[in-house]
């Protein structure tokens, strides 16, 4: 007889399990294991055998030829997306779901527009009106654009979060006399930190894994941001996988980062909890 409180083991569940690990841990062991051999190693004993001898050459040899530049080239344009993500989208997101007027109602429609207009649509448009504002090759010419587009589906979910802000909180700031603007950073703003860190991660990932507009809006070498500067590994003669593998693992350090510091936050905001 079966001991009251005690369940019996899932065996089909941890099996599952053992079969989900092992599709995703095979590619990951594939790739991290390929970036600590030489190129004549991996091509002689394969992608999946264990390494003979540890180097780090590829990492080295990766930021010595200009990937520590295309590194910082991307830094710059994250940070940049982000900050003007988080400088619009909250004053914006708090207008929609406080303001009655019909200039607010139609500003959001706008914004609802652009989640169905694609950037590969308006490349060419996008195009001739970054040449025109002088910003061609140029980093500010990559951030613009990327901010825009990341900042129609920021506006949604955080306007999301904030209608699961009660009136009765709203009510009891204007009672005691507080502005428009207090119950805005006092009030919505900490309430809406899930919000925000979703809103950080999204633009995060657009910016830093964008190709589209650094194709097409950069020419030179000094512009490039990493997944420009992966091309560079590719070659007449072939591709060194190796180098090219570790500089997949360099620019995903700091967006995995990203995500692991705000994980909770995001799944909280995804789900519209709104941090309450």
Sequence with gaps: MRRPGKSRPNYLAGLGSTIWLFVVGLPLYVMLIATFQSRTDYAANGPLAFPERFTLDNYVNDLNEGFARYFLNTVIVTVCVV??????????????????????????????????????????????????????????????????????VCALILSGVMRDITPELYEAMTVDGASPRRIFLQLVLPLSKS??????????????????????????????????????????????????????????????????????????????????
């Design 83 to 152: 900050g003007i993500v988080l400088l619009l989208v909250p004053p914006l997101a708090y207008a929609i779901v406080r303001s009655d007027g019909r200039a607010t109602g139609r500003v959001f429609r706008l914004f609802l527009l652009g989640l169905a207009i694609p950037s590969q649509a308006v490349i060419v448009p996008v195009f001739y009106l970054i040449n025109e504002a002088g910003l061609y090759d140029n980093l500010l010419g990559v951030i613009l654009p990327t901010a825009a587009f990341a900042m129609p």
């Design 195 to 276: 919000g925000l860190s979703t809103i950080v991660v999204f633009s995060s990932l657009q910016a830093w894994n964008g190709f589209l507009f650094p194709l097409v809006l950069t020419q030179s070498s000094e512009n490039k941001v990493v997944t420009m500067g992966l091309y560079d590994f590719q070659t007449e003669h072939g591709v060194d996988i190796p180098g090219l593998l570790a500089a997949v693992v360099l620019s995903m350090l700091p967006i995995l980062l990203v995500y692991l510091l705000a994980r909770r936050a995001l799944v909280q905001g995804l789900m519209g909890v709104g941090g309450k």
